[in-house]
C-alpha cells in the first residue's frame, strides 16, 4: 500500500527566505510524485511532478522538488519565499502505470510567509 | 486554459436527503475521480472512473454513494441518504486526453458540503 507523510503541519517563514516543506513517501511499486497547493477557498493546483524522467523537477511559481529514492523523499523547496506562497500544500503519491490512477495525499502542510 | 468546474460551491442538506454533486471535466478526458476531504483532514480517494464504469472505489464508498456521467459531459456524485459524517469538500477531477499521458489529474474548486 502506498502512503504520504508530510512533516510539519504548519510552516512559517519570512518573505525572501528559503522554503522547504518535507514529504516522505512508502510504496511497493515505482511512484509518481506530485505536489499540489491549495489557496484559500480554491481548489488543488498542480505545482510540480515526477514520473520516472529527471529527478530534480522544476515546477510552477518558482518551486522544485527532488526525487530520492534511497531516503523514499519528495521534499519541496522554493530559493526565496514571496507572500503570494502562503497557502496549503499537498504531497500525493500514485503508481507508475498507465490509465487511471488514485492519488494518495499527504495531510497538508499550511505555508505562511510573513514580512 | 481549459478547467474542471463543479457546482454547487456550497450545499446544505438535510441528515437523510439525497444530494447530487455535479462536475463538468475537461473536454475529451478519459479518467474521472472524486475525492473528499473532511474539514482538518486529508485528501481522501472516493471513486475513478472510466468508460463509463468504476474502475476503482475505496471503503468510503459504500452503497450510499453512486457516480454517473449522463450525458458524455457531465459527472456526478450522488449520496443517496446523507448522514453527518458526509459533511466535508467534494474534489471532482479528471486526467488522460486522447493522445496523453494520463498521470496528472486536474482537480475542480470542490464543492463544501453540509450536512445538519
Known amino acids: 500500500a502506498q502512503s504520504v507523510t508530510q512533516l510539519g503541519s504548519h510552516v512559517s517563514v519570512s518573505e525572501g527566505a528559503l522554503v522547504l516543506l518535507r514529504c516522505n513517501y512508502s510504496s511497493s511499486v515505482p511512484p509518481y510524485l506530485f505536489w499540489y497547493v491549495q489557496y484559500p477557498n480554491q481548489g488543488l493546483q498542480l505545482l510540480l511532478k515526477y514520473t520516472s524522467a529527471a529527478t530534480l523537477v522544476k515546477g510552477i511559481n518558482g518551486f522544485e522538488a527532488e526525487f530520492k529514492k534511497s531516503e523514499t523523499s519528495f521534499h519541496l523547496t522554493k530559493p526565496s519565499a514571496h507572500m503570494s506562497d502562503a497557502a496549503e500544500y499537498f504531497c500525493a503519491v500514485s503508481e507508475a502505470s498507465g490509465g487511471y490512477n488514485k492519488l494518495i495525499f499527504g495531510a497538508g502542510t499550511r505555508l505562511a510567509v510573513h514580512p | 486554459e481549459p478547467e474542471v468546474t463543479q457546482t454547487p460551491s456550497h450545499q446544505v442538506t438535510q441528515m437523510g436527503q439525497e444530494v447530487i454533486l455535479r462536475c463538468v471535466p475537461i473536454?475529451?478526458?478519459?479518467?474521472f475521480y472524486w475525492y473528499r476531504q473532511i474539514l482538518g483532514q486529508k485528501v481522501e480517494f472516493l471513486v475513478s472512473f472510466y468508460n463509463n464504469e468504476i474502475s476503482e472505489k475505496s471503503e468510503i464508498f459504500d452503497d450510499q454513494f453512486s457516480v454517473e456521467r449522463p450525458d458524455g459531459s457531465n459527472f456526478t456524485l450522488k449520496i443517496r441518504s446523507t448522514k453527518l459524517e458526509d459533511s466535508a469538500m467534494y474534489f471532482c477531477?479528471?486526467?488522460?486526453?486522447?493522445?496523453?499521458?494520463?498521470?496528472?489529474?486536474?482537480f475542480g474548486p470542490g464543492t463544501r458540503l453540509t450536512v445538519l
Open positions: 477531477a479528471s486526467s488522460g486526453r486522447d493522445g496523453e499521458n494520463t498521470d496528472t489529474q486536474y
Open positions: 473536454s475529451n478526458h478519459l479518467y
